[in-house]
């Protein structure tokens, strides 16, 4: 790994980064305060180092503070005459400014090294943001990631949300302070240098890889297309209140060709203890899979999904390295219905197969790998839809024996499979429909139903006759 | 109670059921009943089916073929009368956006999902349904009275000389004591329970004992609130969870039937169960339809049938193309009895079609309720129907209706389906 003494994504130091030598190991001091006189605030400011590649390497001097932490975590240590230096020994050091007046802000000369140029993992960064006691931030940012962080510095670029009516002045040390509104105009303009000099922006492997193959020339199958994509990733951010890290990734189809809706992104490298937060996506061997904001006519050559969030759930702060990939459908499969499939007990069924779309894309994307499978799921779909939206003693009745004969299906396609509970999890993803599901079983309380002998026979199919 | 002449000659069934995809034709000896328990009082029916379906497996795996043949399943359905609100708002401030499905996966233990979730919330979320699981255990709030319609079905099964078993598990076992309770002197004789896992001090009727892990955690918390109330404890620990499947030691498929002892015993317990039990002496038919009338203690309440080649079969016409009104009484309390015979549908492919299922006050002196059993190798229900006055022959030619089944055999694969409706 080679090592990259870099001085930031900020306005002077981006135009001498322009000018290449002397851009490397010269210390810019920051400043953030409010400009306007405010009420007095109490809160902490924050400024985390945030390991984003899961090694170790990068470090932060921060010294010439104007005002001295009231906490450290991590590995900080002093720094003689003064001021400390964080490393990225562990995922995440910290040192905490907690102020009566969080108004009056923070000024601190940074010296940072980072090693990595951000293609495994996360770049590793500086974050500094400003929350109450309970880790609420204290001020809306633009932040893409919804953190409301004000600053992020790493090897990829800096990140500039300062939010009216603080105001941010970058110089360095010992020149004059760049004043605001110009220091916002060369900030940005350092980003876009930073954008040039294509450190965020790293390829994926270039592996493509038949996830899923199927027989049925209509039928959809999941392919890996990392190799046609750049994945560009943006820093983690620490949320204290939720213990979540959350970091970015912009997908660009680079191939010349369309790449098929619905889209995923895997995650994989995760150490037992860190989840990616809110998947219900799994691949076959049971990594999360995100599901990708994609036009319903796919991703476009040269088109991207910009900005697109992942979170890490991880309260032990365990040092990772997050593994991407990218899978795409092709084939036929109704559009996804996002949110709008969520608004009725029904949902949306736009190819009129009787299988809810979310239902079937899910089935596709997790199941998809076996047609025995895919087809037994693709009938209790229905039937286990039966039961949501039943009203009444017969209908549930119905809805019951027909998932009995899906739950036969399934035994026979598939010994052992758990995968009803899933798909019934699924199924039922929204308060209203576990309300009516609440209602169809109780409708069923008491009854009795028959297990048929032949399971063969329980499915609407001929599972025989296909192919795995 | 009196019954009308059986007619001998029906009780000819065909052995040949490989023509048949249910293989309904097979004379029946015992039917094992799966009686779940409640759970965390949501999303408990597939649950239950999995369950019905792994116990099917397993004791069909301990039979020869013939035996298999002898044998039939069916799931008595327990819901609890448990509200969900207070789980809908646990699962909404701990679980994150996807909320509903988690809470599903959680309530399920679906461990591919759950690997998505992360441990803490994991193990938060689980406390807080075994409690409740436990309180509901406590003081059940599920209604009584479904349990009716349970021994209705195995009433009609021990009438058509069907040995009955309750596997019962967790709160399954309170189902099926009160179901034992319920049942007619008669059809008691022929009716055991194989408890598994029950919160209950004692069991109405058993042959083989009980099974109880040390380990089981549901189990152990009743049996504490139990003492703490002053109820009695139920029934003893006597085995080991020795596969940790399942961290509460308790699921029926996870825990008990997946550690080896235990998955013995109540294998063996069913099979040895059927083998004690005398067999019913069997007054109704077995067939590919058979309709149940039972009523109160007025004389007559008769039942009438129409076939789809519109046939009327009734007490004065007890033959009818497909099938037989076997058994018809008229000094209360029925039972009354129709079956399709399996060699109908094997000859005859005039008998699918739509049959109508009614009933006729026939005589007494008060309003009566009729209860009509209707069964098929895959679908079964029970109906009520309260007549208000007798009204003699006059009625015999406008019953009430009570159900339909709709018979299709599919060109493709000759298997037949039974809708009721």
């Known amino acids: 790994m080679h090592r990259i003494k870099t001085r930031l994504a900020l306005p002077t130091a981006a135009a001498l980064f322009a000018s290449a030598q002397i851009a490397m190991g010269a210390p810019i001091r920051f400043s953030i305060r409010a400009t306007d006189a405010a009420p007095p ?38 720094l003689l005459p003064d001021g400390f230096l964080l490393t990225d020994e562990a995922l995440i050091s910290t040192l905490a400014f907690a102020t009566a007046n969080v108004y009056e802000g923070l000024a601190f000369t940074l010296d940072a090294e980072w090693i990595g140029d951000g293609a495994i993992g996360f770049p590793d960064a500086l974050v500094l943001g400003f929350t109450d006691a ?101 820093p983690l951010v ?40 809110n998947a219900i996506d799994l691949t076959v061997d049971g990594k999360p899979m995100l599901k990708l904001p994609v036009p319903q006519n796919g991703l476009l050559p040269g088109g991207a999904i910009p900005d697109f969030l992942v979170r890490f759930h991880n309260p032990d702060k365990l040092k990772f390295s997050a593994v991407f990939r990218v899978l795409s459908f092709s084939g036929a499969l109704p559009p996804d219905p996002g949110e709008g499939g969520k608004s009725t007990l029904a949902g949306i069924d736009a190819n009129g197969n009787g299988i809810r779309d979310d239902v079937e894309i899910y089935i596709a994307a997790n199941f998809g790998h076996s047609e025995k499978l895919r087809e037994a799921l693709n009938q209790m779909a229905v039937s286990t839809q039966k039961g949501i939206v039943a009203t009444t003693v017969q209908q549930s009745m119905d809805a019951a024996n027909a998932d009995m004969r899906s739950m036969e299906c399934l035994r026979y396609v598939s010994p052992g499979s758990k995968a009803w509970k899933s798909l019934e999890a699924v199924s039922l993803n929204t308060p209203d429909r576990i309300r009516a599901w609440e209602a169809h079983e109780e409708r069923l309380g008491g009854k009795v139903f028959p297990s048929a002998e032949n399971e063969k026979a329980s499915c609407g199919f001929d599972p025989d006759l296909l192919n795995n | ?56 497996s397993d004791v069909k795996g301990s039979l020869s073929s013939d035996e298999q043949r002898k044998y039939s399943f069916k799931l008595a359905f327990n819901h609890s009368g448990g509200k969900l609100a207070d789980v809908i708002e646990t699962a909404r401030q701990t679980l994150g956006n996807e909320w509903p499905t988690l809470l599903v996966a959680l309530i399920l233990r679906d461990a591919r999902l759950l690997s998505l979730v992360p441990d803490e919330a994991k193990n938060g979320f689980n406390d807080f349904l075994t409690n409740r699981t436990i309180q509901e255990m406590v003081a059940p709030g599920a209604s009584n009275s479904d349990v009716d319609t349970q021994v209705q079905s195995y009433e009609s099964d021990i ?40 919160p209950e001090s004692f069991v109405r009727k058993n042959l083989v004992g009980h099974v109880r892990f040390a380990d089981d955690l549901v189990i152990g918390g009743v049996e504490l609130a139990k003492a703490a109330i002053g109820l009695a404890v139920p029934l003893a620990v006597n085995d080991e969870d020795d596969v940790d499947a399942d961290f509460l030691s308790h699921g029926f498929s996870e825990a008990y039937l997946a ?163």
């Open chain 1, 238 to 277: 620490y949320n204290r209140a939720t213990r979540t890290f959350h970091g970015l990734v912009t997908v660009r189809n680079t191939s010349a060709s369309v790449l098929g809706a619905p889209m995923y992104l895997v995650v994989s490298g995760l150490p037992a203890g860190v989840s990616v937060n």
């Open chain 2, 259 to 421: 550690d080896p002892s235990s998955n013995r015993f109540i294998v063996q317990g069913v099979i040895s169960t059927v083998a004690g039990l005398q067999n019913p002496p069997g007054g109704a038919g077995q067939g590919i339809i058979t309709v149940t009338l039972t009523w109160g203690a007025n004389p007559d309440v008769d039942l009438h049938i129409y076939e789809p080649t519109g046939g009327h079969v009734f007490y004065s016409a007890r033959t009818g193309a497909f099938g037989y009104l076997d058994v018809d009484d008229v000094t209360g309390f029925g039972p009354e009895h129709y079956f399709a015979s399996c060699e109908s549908f094997l000859t005859d492919s005039l008998a699918v079609g739509r049959y109508r299922f009614g009933v006729n006050y026939y005589s007494g002196s008060s309003p009566e309720t009729a209860v009509v059993t209707v069964k098929t190798p895959t679908s079964e229900i029970t109906r009520s129907v309260v007549l208000s006055a007798a009204r003699g022959s006059s009625g015999d030619n406008s019953m009430v209706p009570v159900a339909d089944v709709v018979v299709s055999r599919s060109a493709a694969t000759g298997a037949f389906d039974f809708s009721i409706q």
């Open chain 2, 159 to 198: 009438g058509e000389g069907k040995k009955v078993i309750v596997v019962a598990h967790s709160q399954g076992n309170v189902f099926a004591n009160l179901a034992f309770q319920r049942l007619d002197a008669n059809s008691a004789r022929y009716f055991a329970i194989v408890p598994v896992a029950s």
């Open chain 1, 41 to 78: 605030l109490a809160g902490t400011i924050f400024l985390d180092l945030i390991d984003g590649d899961g090694m170790a390497g990068s470090s932060a001097r921060v010294t010439d503070l104007s005002l001295p932490p009231t906490a450290m975590d991590g590995p900080v240590s002093p």
């Open chain 2, 1 to 56: 109670m009196r019954m009308r002449t059986l007619l001998p000659s029906l009780l000819l069934f065909s052995q040949a059921p490989s023509l048949f995809a249910q293989g309904s034709c097979t004379q029946v000896s015992a039917v094992v009943y799966f009686g779940n328990g409640v759970g965390s009082g949501v999303t408990t029916i597939k649950s239950a089916m999995a369950s019905l379906g792994d116990l099917k």
């Open chain 1, 134 to 234: 309970d880790g609420i931030p204290l001020f809306a940012t633009a932040d893409p990631r919804g953190e409301n962080v004000f600053l992020i510095l790493s090897a990829a670029g800096g990140e500039n949300y300062v939010p009216a009516p603080f105001s941010l002045s970058v110089r360095e040390p010992g020149s004059e302070a760049v004043p605001e509104p110009r220091s916002m105009a060369l900030f940005a303009l350092g980003l876009g240098l930073m954008g040039a000099l294509a450190v965020r922006r790293k390829r994926g492997l270039a592996v493509l890889a038949l996830l899923a193959v199927s027989a049925g020339a209509a039928a959809a199958a999941l392919n890996d297309v990392t190799g046609q994509i750049t994945l560009d990733k943006a």
